[in-house]
């Protein structure tokens, strides 16, 4: 064990004479003993004062040694010249001599080690034999050296023989003396270590935070933070502390590289730095002690470590949902970390640990979705990705059993009996189960090797059948059945992606592409596994594939060798036969058809739907040459061979067509009688066929080629009736019909039809135009008729009104203003039939009330702006008024007057017509204002006589005049 290296001052002093002489002979041995220069040198370099270098409290700590030049020993040995000193500080009586001689037996140890053979008992007792001399020169009051030395010194003595008490009253006394000494921040620190021990954590708090204020050159921070840290925690305070703590982190992380560099001792401290802060945060409320203690500082490269040594904690003491809480807190704030991937698998191990299967396996499902994608796996260890592919795994595989479970049990992993299980009806939640399980395997095949995971890749694809998603399997089956090697399902695999091109084809929108795919996909698997029974099976159904979209050479390639394949079965054969025979039909190679409809006929059983099909397109063969027979205008032996084949085949389809294309054939050679025949006798046999409603239009089309509008009427209207046709189709027809009905002189049958549509089809179908125009024909002809027309005028006139003005045309105008003049002469009629009799008053009334109906009527004529209806509204009211006035002067007078009153009365009757008179001049002359604007009819013509009849000495010279220049007026 090394002497306690003792502290010397930087400068020597001389020693009183009596010490001199004392010490003379060893040290001067020991001077003259060094090599040439060696005391220069020592000279040179001085005294070196080093604290704190091999311990951290007063019982650790050592003596300072003298730095002497590490040159060689002199010849002497060292063990002898400690022997010396040994001696001398037996010896020696004086105190200081023997102080002196122990700091220079330090000095020794240091350069030579163990070689002066010095047991720990030996030190202590040399340090004892120190104490007392120190105590010596202390009580004398009398030291030539610095006594804050002295004191610092003697304190550690006092440490290393475990007197701890006087240790502390030394360096108490030392900075009461000296507070400003260079050993004055030392000693507060060894008192501040002084109280923790005791127990006394305020004290030592308060110490420990003056030798932080002091320390400015760092030399005992580290442990003064440290240890402030653990004064805080015993004083409940674990904010504070934990604030402490991670100060400690951060000077040792400015330091060594980031935790990466730290010696033993360091790193100790580092670790219980950790653990205590673990213990705080535990208590204080888990990761959000870090968030908050790192909240105002850049990330530190530890911020894993407190956040690892947490969850470790939580582990530890069974706080599994805690530990996981911690790891995911860490991984969600800091997705990319280095460290992100162990923290989060330490979470899926927690959950393990604490029996959590359902979390555990959230979390595992949770890794894998941050850790999973294909670019950060890759940056993952090697142990990361184990650990992604492994969660994968066991996802995968517990959805598929849950899928199993929820549909009832299990199938064999056979890739068709999968592809056929995309159509059975399963609930949703089984196809989501098994949706998630096709992921999470799907998922996991792409990180395995090629070659290696061929059944994985075929228990990904199941699961995206189950699940109803045969898109997504596909991909997956086709490596597996030819990339991955030969191993026991990869037929099976290569197979299920045949049956899901397939089932592509029936949804492609692009069917040509998708039938090539689908080819290339069939003659793959026969060509790759030759030797699977269903390799002839993907041929036929292939072939008639080709067949059914056209590509029929390519389709008679594919069959035509299997129909002589003897390891085909019958129904793979007879396939093939099939499509050679209807490959040769459409190359109009008729007998070859026949002989190989014939063949097939032979391998369907009887009666089967298969068998009736063959027949009609054996019958089919035999129709083709009626076909042609009608194409070359031999209609005779068209309808003959169509009559055949209908016979030969009874009711089927074939039949039905034949006579209806018999019917075609008379059509065709305008054979319309015949046709007309053919046709009645086809809708009577198949009222129901589809083909029923277009031999309704080819009858109608014969009756109204060969003139027959009548019977053409009839069957349209019957037809639409039968029909259910929509509303405005179905009325459009019926007033065709009506045309035809016209046309046919079936005239009643024709306003029939009119009157149905004004009454339910005006909504429907047709313009307002239209209908006014069928309004007015029907008025004009009860009209002609001698039926009493003014209903219908008047239904012209208020549906005109009634319409928009948007709906109107000038014609729709016309036909309304006529209709109200109709009305308003029947009412003028009605005015003028009144007469004026006695009593005169009562009458009057009665022809008052008259006029106004009448004007009324004429004026709604005149609303509908056609300048003559407005004209002759004009006229026709200033005639009214004019009639009224000469019917009131020719009324009767009342009976036994005087002639003095007959004369009184006519003044009266002059004087009560006079305004009637006005009033049909000024009307009269609206119509003779017209011809300044160079407008010109019949009404204003006759608007001028009349003005020229009732004010001759004015408008008689006019109209002469008017009559002279007519001819530079407009008509």
């Known amino acids: 064990m090394r002497l306690a290296r003792s502290l010397i001052p930087g400068t020597q002093r001389k020693a009183p004479a ?27 370099s001085g005294f070196e004062v080093r604290l704190g270098v091999d311990g951290e409290t007063i019982g650790e700590a050592q003596p300072v040694f003298i730095n002497i030049d ?459 596994h030759v030797d699977d029974p269903r390799a002839s099976a993907v041929r036929a159904h292939t072939a008639n594939l080709l067949f059914e979209h056209g590509f029929e050479q390519q389709a008679e390639l594919l069959a035509m060798p299997l129909t002589r394949d003897e390891t085909a079965t019958d129904e793979e054969r007879r396939a093939a036969m099939l499509i050679v025979a209807n490959v040769a039909f459409n190359s109009l190679q008729y007998d070859a058809a026949e002989q190989y409809y014939t063949e097939a006929l032979a391998l369907i059983p009887s009666g089967s739907a298969l068998s009736r099909q063959t027949t009609e397109k054996l019958a089919s063969t035999l129709y083709r040459q009626a076909e042609v027979a009608a194409a070359a205008g031999q209609p005779e032996k068209a309808v003959g061979n169509f009559t055949r084949v209908a016979e030969m085949t009874g009711s089927s389809e074939v039949a039905m067509k034949a006579r209806y294309d018999a019917a075609n054939a008379y059509l065709s050679n305008r054979r319309w009688d015949d046709a007309i025949a053919a046709l009645k006798d086809f809708r009577k046999r198949y009222p129901a066929s589809e083909l029923a409603e277009p031999a309704d239009d080819k009858l109608i089309f014969a009756y109204e080629s060969s003139g027959q509008l009548g019977e053409a009427a009839d069957t349209l209207l019957a037809q639409i009736e039968r029909r259910g046709m929509a509303p405005a189709d179905a009325w459009e027809g019926r007033l065709a019909a009506a045309q035809w009905y016209e046309s046919a002189g079936r005239m009643a049958d024709a306003r029939q039809v009119y009157r149905r549509y004004l009454s339910e089809g005006t909504a429907a179908f047709g313009t307002h135009v239209y209908q006014q125009e069928l309004r007015w024909r029907l008025a004009e002809h009860a009209r002609e008729q001698g039926d009493s027309p003014l209903s219908r005028y008047a239904a012209i006139v208020s549906r005109e009104e009634a319409s928009d003005e948007s709906e109107r045309s000038d014609r729709s105008r016309f036909l309304a203003a006529e209709s109200a003049l109709v009305l308003a002469r029947d009412a003028a009629e009605r005015f003028r039939s009144i007469a004026l009799t006695a009593p005169l008053q009562q009458a009057l009334a009665r022809k008052q009330s008259a006029l106004e109906q009448a004007i009324r009527s004429y004026e709604r004529a005149q609303s509908f702006g056609v300048e003559a209806a407005v004209s002759e509204g004009t006229f026709a009211i200033a005639e009214l ?91």
């Open 70 to 528: 590490r040159s060689a020993l002199p010849a002497i040995s060292v063990r002898e010249v400690a022997r010396r000193y040994r001696k001398l500080l037996e010896e020696a009586e004086d105190p200081a001599v023997k102080i002196d001689a122990l700091h220079r037996l330090s000095n020794l140890q240091s350069l030579a080690g163990n070689e002066i053979d010095i047991t720990a008992e030996q030190e202590v007792e040399l340090y004892r034999e120190a104490v007392n001399s120190y105590e010596l020169i202390v009580g004398s009051g009398v030291y030539y050296g610095r006594i804050d030395e002295l004191l610092y010194q003697n304190a550690k003595a006092y440490a290393f023989i475990g007197d701890e008490e006087s240790s502390i009253k030394r360096l108490e006394q030392l900075l009461g003396l000296y507070p400003d000494s260079e050993y004055a921040l030392e000693a507060r620190f060894r008192i501040a270590e002084h109280n923790f021990s005791q127990g006394n954590y305020e004290a030592a708090q308060d110490a420990y935070k003056d030798v932080l204020a002091r320390d400015s050159e760092g030399r005992f921070s580290d442990k003064a933070e440290y240890m402030l840290g653990w004064s805080e925690f015993k004083r409940d305070r674990p904010g504070a502390a934990s604030e402490h703590f991670i100060s400690v982190l951060d000077r040792y992380v400015e330091r060594s590289g980031g935790l990466e560099e730290l010696g033993k001792v360091e790193a100790n401290v580092v670790d219980d730095t950790f653990r205590i802060l673990s213990i705080i945060a535990a208590y204080e409320g888990g990761a959000k002690v870090f968030e908050r203690l790192l909240a105002d500082r850049a990330k530190p490269p530890y911020e894993y470590l407190l956040y690892d040594r947490l969850a470790d904690f939580y582990q530890a003491n069974e706080r599994y949902a805690d530990s996981v809480a911690v790891s995911q807190a860490f991984v969600t704030n800091n997705p990319d970390h280095p460290a992100a991937p162990a923290l989060a698998q330490q979470a899926v191990e927690a959950y393990v640990s604490g029996g959590f299967v359902e979390e555990a396996r959230d979390a595992r499902i949770a890794y894998i979705e941050r850790f999973g994608d294909q670019d950060r796996y890759k940056s993952l260890e090697p142990k990361h990705q184990e650990a992604v592919r492994s969660y994968l795994d066991e996802v995968g595989r517990y959805y598929y059993r849950q899928g199993q479970q929820a549909s009832g049990g299990t199938r064999p992993l056979d890739g068709s009996g999968n592809v056929e299980l995309a159509g059975e009806s399963i609930g949703a939640v089984t196809q989501e189960f098994y949706r998630e399980a096709a992921r999470y395997l799907e998922h996991w095949t792409r990180l395995l090797e090629n070659g290696q995971r061929g059944e994985q890749l075929v228990l990904a694809a199941d699961a995206w059948v189950r699940a109803g998603e045969p898109d997504n399997a596909l991909p997956l089956y086709e490596i597996a059945g030819y990339r991955e090697g030969n191993y026991e399902q990869a037929a099976d695999a290569a197979y299920a992606s045949v049956l899901i091109r397939r089932g592509q084809l029936v949804e492609a929108e692009d069917e040509a592409a998708a039938l090539q795919v689908l080819v290339d996909a069939s003659e793959r698997f026969a060509r790759v």
């Open 18 to 44: 009596k010490i001199r002489h004392i010490i003379s002979s060893a040290f001067f041995y020991l001077l003259f003993s060094l090599p040439a220069g060696g005391l220069a040198a020592q000279q040179a």
């Open 881 to 971: 008024y004019r009639t009224l006035a000469r019917d009131l002067m020719a009324s009767e007078p009342p009976g036994q007057l005087t002639e003095l009153q007959q004369q009184q009365y006519t003044l009266l009757l002059e004087e009560q017509a006079y305004p009637f008179e006005e009033e049909a001049i000024a009307i009269h002359e609206r119509n003779h204002a017209l011809v300044a604007e160079r407008r010109w009819n019949p009404w204003i013509d006759r608007s001028l006589d009349a003005l020229a009849e009732i004010y001759p000495a004015r408008y008689d010279r006019e109209l002469q005049w008017l009559d002279w220049s007519s001819t530079e007026v407009s008509p």
